[in-house]
């Protein structure tokens, strides 16, 4: 049995949240939520409420789980819908300017 949890449509580079994403990928739920809070990125608040999020779905479908067993399986972030916007260039052209988003998808599971 695995807890899911989304956050979609952040206001956050894909490729900032990634970096953060990497450091909790296998790791106990509860030393990941206290890794996320003393990790000093913008990231880490989102990945922190999703985990959370994922661990109370568990509990929520598994109410007999160990909350010491539950264990981060998947963490991955896709790129969600892009903000365009523009900005004046020179010679009287425009450049873009890319707001971009993100979906995190997180799935924790009980350790075997």
Known sequence: MQGKALEKHLRISPRKVRQVAELI????????????????????????????SAVANLMYLKPETDKENII????????????????????????????????ITVMVGVKE
Request: aromatic letters at 4%.
């Open 25 to 52: 990928r296998g790791k106990k739920a509860d030393e990941a939520i206290h890794l996320l809070r003393f990790t000093q990125k913008g990231a880490s608040s989102h990945l922190e409420k999703a985990i959370a």
């Open 72 to 103: 981060v399986k998947t963490v991955f972030v896709d790129g969600g819908p892009t903000l365009k916007r523009g900005r004046a260039a020179s010679m009287g052209r425009r450049s873009m300017i890319r707001k971009r988003t993100s979906h």
